[in-house]
């Protein structure tokens, strides 16, 4: 169900729209789309020590302390750089007709850095087999989204 709902907006643009505004969305998501699997790269490593039977988020946030502070300041600088010069990157990339991708791409920057700590909060849950989160989170989440940037 998540697959499908997250799938979902490609299908319906590319049937109602069309193919040229496919390939601008496409193009929006590319970058974000990177970032954003790089934070996912970030957690993974420490989804063992989040699965202690004991452990809650205070003792998480506590071990992190180290990391979160160099992370923020890396994920904000290359934020901001991003920001600064992805219509540029986009213009050289694929030219005049998908400079409106760059507009895109930046909302889409926007939303990604406001899920980070969602997507802590996702690790931790899913390394603690909170199960209603879990489906609340996967599977019913992804299609209230849809809702939301349906309109």
């Given amino acids: 169900m998540g697959t499908l709902a997250n799938n979902i907006d490609k299908i319906l643009i590319g049937t109602l729209l069309g193919a040229p505004e496919l390939a601008i969305y496409a193009i929006a998501l590319a970058i974000p789309t990177k970032i954003k699997d790089l934070l996912k790269l970030v957690w993974a490593p420490y989804t063992p020590k989040f699965s202690q039977d004991r452990v809650g988020i205070k003792q998480v946030q506590e071990k992190l302390k180290r990391l979160v502070l160099p992370v923020s300041l890396a994920i904000i ?56 989160a879990i489906i609340l989170g996967y599977h019913i989440f992804p299609f209230l989204k849809l809702g939301v940037m349906s309109g």
């Fill in 77 to 132: 600088g290359g934020s901001v750089l991003y920001w600064l010069f992805i219509d540029d990157i986009m213009f050289l990339l694929f030219g005049t007709g998908y400079v409106a991708a760059g507009a895109y791409s930046k909302l889409l920057l926007l939303m990604i850095l406001a899920s980070i700590p969602a997507a802590f909060l996702g690790t931790f849950t899913m390394a603690q087999k909170k199960t209603k």
